[in-house]
């Protein structure tokens, strides 16, 4: 039978999911390159565990009777390429938790090899790119005719130590949009407006969020930008980031970033991820003038990365996702997220 392991398994969201998947009744092999963190928890779950570090020997060993990777290590930029390789050798379903662009675009270029090989590769099934790529294909499917798609999304939460990690490695590069079908790198808060989530109108502006590269995989808009709603102290700062940025990207403010994240807390207890909500806006438009705007509430981000994620590793296992590179939204339909507890969807008229 196939079996579903869970790299990085011991960090913060590696955590929640393994919670979940016991919580859902899955036994999972617990893996990373850490050999003591994965030992005490192994120990406390009483679930197997296998060490493996990046390299190709290794995966291939830890991907022994594996059939679906719930691969939750990042920064993804400098750890899923080895693990989608790693897959497809094997033939198992990549599944992970990125936001990151540039992998999505990765597993798209890897999408004749994971056909070839009968696996699924799917980045993103979290928080990122889940509830907001099935809003862009439910705002698709109300305004077939659009050709600009516009998301945005608002968090009272905390991030964890992973989250904040994969921010200041990506500190310098900048922001993106989608135009005419080609992602377009451009200055960081490129755009700003004010948007409401549900909660009153709220500044917010563009980021590059993973969207950019996945919401045209699953409508072919060929326009798309994502905001983010910041405090105007936030908002500020990234707009000066554009002229800090040799400064921001040396490796000293980085190594110093990187150790105040370290000390800080893994991530959101419990109670703030319980208290915690996120909302989700989006907006289509077509060359005619015609608009549709649709919004979700959901949990905390965390929370639901923990639930779309093993959801979408059980249909893994269960042979219902298409082969190839896929998006959450593609593969299931607009309408997944709303499958997954506390979830509402609200459509403007």
């Not at 992970?96 to 994971?114: C, N, P, Q």
């Not at 500020?236 to 000390?263: H, N, T």
């Not at 015609?290 to 042979?319: C, H, M, W």
Request: glycine content about 10%.
């Amino acid at each position: 039978m196939a079996e579903l392991l869970i790299y990085g398994s011991y960090g913060y969201t590696g955590e929640l999911m393994v919670a979940q998947a016991l919580a859902r009744g899955l036994q999972p092999i617990l893996a990373g390159r850490n050999a003591d963190a994965l030992r005490a928890q192994a120990e406390t779950l009483g679930l197997r565990w296998r060490v493996a570090d990046l390299t190709a020997a290794a995966l291939d060993a830890a991907l022994l009777d594996v059939g679906v990777v719930l691969h939750c290590a990042g920064p993804f930029s400098r750890t899923a390429k080895a693990m989608m390789e790693a897959c497809i050798r094997n033939r198992a379903h990549y599944l992970d938790i990125t936001g990151e662009i540039a992998v999505f675009e990765m597993a798209a270029r890897l999408d004749k090899k994971a056909s070839a090989a009968g696996i699924t590769l799917m980045p993103g099934v979290g928080f990122d790119v889940v509830p907001s790529d099935c809003l862009a294909a439910h705002l698709k499917s109300r305004l077939p005719s659009a050709n600009h798609l516009t998301l945005g999304f608002q968090s009272n939460g905390r991030t964890s130590h992973g989250t904040a990690t994969t921010m200041v490695e990506n500190i310098e590069a900048g922001g993106a949009v989608r135009r005419d079908g080609k992602i377009v790198q451009v200055p960081p808060a490129y755009l700003s407006r004010h948007i409401d989530f549900g909660l009153g109108k709220t500044g917010a502006v563009t980021i590059p969020w993973g969207d950019v590269s996945t919401a045209f995989y699953t409508t072919e808009i060929p326009n798309i930008e994502v905001f983010i709603a910041l405090p105007t102290g936030a908002r500020i700062g990234l707009l000066l980031s554009r002229y800090l940025k040799p400064i921001l990207a040396s490796a000293f403010i980085k190594k110093r970033l990187q150790a105040k994240i370290d000390a800080g807390p893994r991530g959101p207890t419990p109670a703030q991820r319980t208290r915690s909500r996120s909302y989700l806006w989006g907006e289509v438009t077509d060359a005619a003038g015609n608009k549709r705007v649709s919004r979700l509430q959901a949990p905390d981000g965390y929370t639901l990365t923990a639930l779309s994620g093993v959801a979408i590793a059980e249909a893994a296992l269960a042979g219902k996702l298409p082969k190839g590179f896929q998006t959450p939204a593609r593969a299931l339909g607009a309408d997944f997220v709303l499958s997954l507890p506390d979830v509402e969807r609200k459509d403007e008229a």
